[in-house]
């Protein structure tokens, strides 16, 4: 979808034009005990070449890449890149609000890839 900005009614002075895309989330359901680690591995379809990095909403999520907390990762493309996530809920109130973790290019800071996770704490 296109969306046209303009700065009169008369639509004569084009601001800008945006293009939206809208996208499907992955939604990921777990379940955690609490005060244990529980780990997944996130895949990350690429159609080009780009240095991303994962980024979480919740503190209590530590993304690691290669054996290292928080390393920017190059996608190769038409390959699929693999990211190790690991969850640790200490406290029932950390599941308040949607969780999610997203993929962000380093580079251009646009966002690539999102998962929504549905965690259940036991």
Request: charged residues 20%.
């Given at each position: 979808m296109t969306v046209f900005v303009y700065a009169?009614?008369?639509?004569?002075?084009?601001?800008?034009?945006v293009r939206v895309e809208i996208y499907s989330r992955d939604v990921i359901y777990t379940r955690?005990?609490?005060?244990?680690?529980?780990?997944?591995?996130?895949?990350?379809p690429a159609m080009t070449s780009r240095t991303v990095r994962l980024f979480?909403?919740?503190?209590?999520?530590?993304?690691?890449?290669d054996d290292r907390v928080d390393r920017p990762k190059r996608t190769i493309?038409?390959?699929?890149?693999?990211f190790s996530v690991r969850m640790q809920v200490t406290d029932?109130?950390?599941?308040?609000?949607?969780?999610l973790v997203n993929?962000?290019?380093?580079?251009?800071?646009?966002?690539?890839?999102s998962w929504l996770f549905i965690?259940?704490?036991l």
């Open positions: 009169d009614k008369l639509k004569f002075n084009l601001l800008a034009t955690i005990r609490l005060n244990t680690s529980s780990s997944h591995t996130l895949a990350l979480s909403n919740k503190p209590f999520i530590h993304i690691k890449s493309p038409g390959d699929i890149t693999y029932v109130k950390q599941l308040y609000g949607p969780t993929c962000v290019d380093v580079n251009s800071e646009e966002l690539v890839y965690i259940e704490a």
